[in-house]
């Protein structure tokens, strides 16, 4: 009993310790500036080339190391305070897009997470660099700042600050053209901070005596992983080429595992009344995919088809299922392959091939030109064998953070 007792408790304890995870809290901080009334990133202005690449490098790390959790990020934009107001509002609006723009080209960001976009004239910084200086003229500009916002009329129906214009009248312009670098260069930039946490697994405590007669049970730490699943929005273009509208929707259901729904239609005839190719089908189906990190690379899946449809190929007959009320119900087998096409994994290209099966009940009309329905001929049944999916799929992604899972690897992972 007590041998027993000394296993369950040491059981529990180990237990406690290898779900234990510590967290290591962090921010990083980056950014850009602006040429004056620009609101395109420079990549050769002052120091931005630097900049863009320690951003580069912080966004590889992100994407190569599953256990740090980005939980916000707050864009920022600003424009120096010359010139008219209206003009800055836009100028600092388009910056923080601009560089938001920049990011997501490395790095999905989700609208969920990010927790301020702030654009702004920013007079307080103005009078901080001000204050901190040894300007010639310093205490007379922080007088006038002191004097407070307000707007007046200007030119072209825009606004400007009064004290703006005041100060560039003082001394014939000298004092306004000391201000002009570093201050004011310096109040253009785009700002993004990244806050996040590190899951940093805790060790095992060592056990230093276990006594002889007992079992050495040894409990390593499982390797973690975090899942994110996505939204996929599909077209064919094999079906566009067809004159098929087609549209799928996908979702990630678990590691290896999703779904989707693709739909076709066309209501019209190929140039000529006696070729069409007519339809409204479609096709769920259940995936499975061979990699466990994410639902990309190979897959195989189980579909269930169900179509209407009129066709004739430019011959004696036209072939519609009875009716128009008896449409091909069935289902197949598929395969294919999925891969990202841009750098920030929003845009994927797939190829897919799949056949199934198909009893067919279906009446044969007369297929002549510019008649509508010809005469009907006879019916038949019969059942299909053969390819019913031949598809290149173009792909828009998202990611749902809110459902991100953490996930115990099998067989490796990012």
Same mark, same amino acid.
């Given at each position: 009993?007590?041998?027993?007792?000394?296993?369950?408790?040491?059981?529990?304890?180990?237990? =406690?310790?290898?779900? %234990?995870?510590?967290?290591?809290?962090?921010?990083?901080?980056?950014?850009?500036?602006?040429?004056?009334?620009?609101?395109? =990133?420079?990549?050769?202005?002052?120091?931005?080339?630097?900049?863009?690449?320690?951003?580069?490098?912080?966004?590889?790390?992100?994407?190569?190391?599953?256990?740090?959790?980005?939980? @916000?990020?707050?864009?920022?934009?600003?424009?120096?305070? $010359?010139?008219?107001?209206?003009?800055?509002?836009?100028?600092?609006?388009?910056?923080?897009?601009?560089?938001?723009?920049?990011? @997501?080209?490395?790095?999905?960001?989700?609208?969920?997470? &990010?927790?301020?976009?702030?654009?702004?004239?920013?007079?307080?910084?103005?009078?901080?660099?001000?204050?901190?200086?040894?300007?010639?003229?310093?205490?007379?500009?922080?007088?006038?700042?002191?004097?407070?916002?307000?707007?007046?009329?200007?030119?072209?129906?825009?606004? &400007?600050?009064?004290?703006?214009?005041?100060?560039?009248?003082?001394?014939?312009?000298?004092?306004? $053209?000391?201000?002009?670098?570093?201050?004011?260069?310096?109040?253009?930039?785009?700002?993004?901070?990244?806050?996040? #946490?590190?899951?940093?697994? =805790?060790?095992?405590?060592?056990?230093?005596?276990?006594?002889?007669?007992?079992?050495?049970?040894? #409990?390593?730490?499982?390797?973690?992983?975090?899942? =994110?699943?996505?939204?996929?929005?599909?077209?064919?273009?094999? @079906?566009?080429?067809?004159?098929?509208?087609?549209?799928?929707?996908?979702?990630?259901?678990?590691?290896?595992?999703?779904?989707?729904?693709?739909?076709?239609?066309?209501?019209?005839?190929?140039?000529?009344?006696?070729?069409?190719?007519?339809?409204?089908?479609?096709?769920?189906?259940?995936?499975?995919?061979?990699?466990?990190? $994410?639902?990309?690379?190979?897959?195989?899946?189980?579909?269930?088809?169900? %179509?209407?449809?009129?066709?004739?190929?430019?011959?004696?007959?036209?072939?519609?299922?009875?009716?128009?009320?008896?449409?091909?119900?069935?289902?197949?087998?598929?395969?294919?392959?999925?891969?990202?096409?841009?750098?920030?994994?929003?845009?994927?290209?797939?190829?897919?091939?799949?056949?199934?099966? #198909?009893?067919?009940?279906?009446?044969?009309?007369?297929?002549?030109?510019?008649?509508?329905?010809?005469?009907?001929?006879?019916?038949?049944?019969?059942?299909?064998?053969?390819? $019913?999916?031949?598809?290149?799929?173009?792909?828009?992604?998202?990611?749902?953070?809110?459902?991100?899972?953490?996930?115990?690897?099998?067989?490796?992972?990012?």
């Amino acid at each position: 009993m007590k041998s027993k007792a000394f296993i369950l408790l040491l059981s529990f304890f180990l237990g =406690v310790q290898l779900f %234990s995870q510590d967290f290591d809290f962090g921010q990083s901080h980056f950014r850009i500036r602006y040429v004056i009334n620009k609101p395109e =990133v420079d990549t050769t202005f002052v120091d931005n080339a630097a900049r863009i690449s320690e951003i580069e490098d912080f966004l590889q790390m992100l994407r190569d190391d599953q256990t740090i959790h980005v939980t @916000g990020v707050t864009f920022k934009g600003t424009a120096s305070p $010359d010139g008219a107001y209206d003009f800055n509002v836009w100028l600092s609006e388009n910056r923080l897009r601009t560089f938001k723009e920049l990011i @997501g080209k490395y790095l999905d960001i989700p609208d969920s997470i &990010i927790h301020a976009n702030v654009s702004d004239i920013p007079w307080d910084g103005f009078r901080e660099k001000v204050a901190e200086s040894n300007l010639k003229w310093r205490d007379e500009i922080l007088a006038v700042i002191d004097e407070g916002p307000s707007l007046v009329p200007w030119f072209n129906n825009r606004r &400007i600050d009064p004290r703006l214009l005041k100060l560039k009248r003082m001394y014939r312009g000298e004092l306004w $053209d000391s201000l002009k670098s570093p201050i004011l260069r310096d109040l253009r930039y785009g700002d993004a901070v990244f806050t996040y #946490y590190r899951l940093i697994p =805790v060790e095992p405590l060592a056990v230093e005596e276990i006594k002889a007669d007992l079992p050495q049970v040894v #409990y390593p730490l499982p390797d973690l992983w975090s899942w =994110v699943p996505r939204l996929h929005l599909k077209t064919s273009l094999v @079906g566009l080429a067809l004159l098929n509208a087609n549209f799928a929707v996908e979702a990630d259901l678990a590691p290896h595992w999703s779904v989707t729904l693709p739909v076709y239609y066309c209501a019209i005839d190929w140039f000529k009344s006696t070729i069409k190719f007519r339809n409204f089908s479609v096709y769920p189906e259940v995936r499975y995919w061979f990699r466990n990190w $994410d639902n990309d690379g190979f897959f195989v899946g189980a579909h269930f088809g169900l %179509s209407y449809y009129n066709y004739a190929f430019d011959g004696a007959l036209r072939y519609q299922d009875h009716r128009g009320r008896t449409p091909a119900i069935g289902g197949g087998i598929s395969a294919g392959y999925r891969m990202p096409i841009s750098k920030n994994h929003r845009w994927r290209m797939e190829f897919t091939i799949g056949g199934g099966i #198909y009893p067919l009940d279906y009446d044969l009309f007369d297929n002549t030109p510019d008649v509508k329905d010809g005469q009907l001929m006879g019916r038949k049944k019969e059942t299909s064998i053969g390819l $019913d999916q031949v598809a290149v799929t173009i792909a828009y992604s998202f990611d749902m953070n809110r459902y991100r899972r953490i996930f115990m690897k099998k067989g490796g992972g990012k």
